[in-house]
C-alpha cells in the first residue's frame, strides 16, 4: 500500500487548508496523524472505508472534516480555523487488522499567529 501525503504549508491563525491523501487502495481506516516538534504523534482523525463513518480527535472536533473523493481512493482533510498549535507534520495511514501498516510521508503544516 502506498500513500502520498499533500497539502501542507504556511497558513495564518483562524486560516483554513485542506490536506489530500491518495492511497493505491483502500484499507480498513484511513487516518491522519500529526507530529509537532519535541512531543509524540497523535491521532487526529479516521475515515472508515466502509461506512464511510468518521471519528476524531477531541482538537480536531469541529475544526476539521475528514471525507473522501467518492471517484478515487483520496482522502480529505479540512482543517478551519486554525491555531499554532495545530504545527506540525501531518501523515495519513491505513490501518489494516488493528495496526496503522502503512504511512505516508507526510506534510507540513505552519501555522503563525
Known amino acids: 500500500v502506498q500513500l502520498q501525503a499533500s497539502g501542507g504549508g504556511l497558513v495564518q491563525a483562524g486560516g483554513s487548508l485542506r490536506l489530500s491523501c491518495v492511497a493505491s487502495?483502500?484499507?480498513?481506516?484511513l487516518g491522519w496523524f500529526r507530529q509537532a516538534p519535541g512531543k509524540e504523534r497523535e491521532f487526529v482523525a479516521g475515515?472508515?472505508?466502509?461506512?464511510?463513518?468518521?471519528h476524531y480527535a477531541d482538537s480536531a472536533k469541529g475544526r476539521f472534516t475528514i471525507s473522501r473523493d467518492n471517484a478515487e481512493n483520496t482522502v480529505y482533510l479540512q482543517m478551519n480555523s486554525l491555531k499554532p498549535e495545530d504545527t506540525a507534520v501531518y501523515y495519513c495511514?491505513?490501518?489494516?487488522?488493528?495496526?496503522?501498516?502503512?504511512w505516508g510521508q507526510g506534510t507540513q503544516l505552519t501555522v503563525s499567529s
Open positions: 495511514a491505513a490501518q489494516y487488522f488493528g495496526d496503522y501498516r502503512y
Open positions: 487502495s483502500r484499507s480498513y481506516i
Open positions: 475515515f472508515y472505508w466502509t461506512d464511510g463513518s468518521t
